[in-house]
């Protein structure tokens, strides 16, 4: 069993800066990549940047030169720092990961979700 457990979300004015976690447990063999994904009222769930093992980042243009995913692959954990917020960023945050539970056992995993609000 694994679990990716999220938090940082919360409330903040526009132009103000979050950071958010996700931290992964259980039976863990491997972590590849890991992202986040958000979903606001009425919208589908969306993009917002992934992150390889390696290191290697893909971003929405939306958040582009604003947000910035990291990762420590020593905690299993990803991170995502989210600067100049504005209220179209307010959503729910889901960390996503695809794990391995052993070496022939995949697994596309998700958290709970995290609210984050943005007050104009």
């Known amino acids: 069993q694994v679990q990716l457990v999220e938090s940082g979300g919360g409330l903040v004015q526009a132009g103000g800066s979050l950071r958010l976690s996700c931290a992964a447990s259980?039976?863990?063999?491997?972590?590849?990549?890991m992202g986040w994904y958000r979903q606001a009222p009425g919208k589908q769930r969306e993009l917002v940047a992934t992150?390889?093992?390696?290191?290697?980042?893909n971003y929405a243009d939306s958040v582009k030169g604003r947000f910035t995913i990291s990762r420590d692959n020593a905690k299993n954990t990803v991170y995502l720092q989210m600067n100049s917020l504005n209220p179209e960023d307010a959503a729910v945050y889901y960390c996503?990961?695809?794990?391995?539970?052993?070496?022939?056992?995949?697994?596309?995993?998700w958290g709970q979700g995290t609210l984050v609000t943005v007050s104009s």
């Open positions: 992150i390889t093992r390696g290191r290697d980042t």
């Open positions: 996503n990961a695809e794990v391995y539970s052993s070496p022939l056992r995949k697994l596309d995993i």
């Open positions: 259980g039976s863990i063999f491997r972590l590849n990549a």
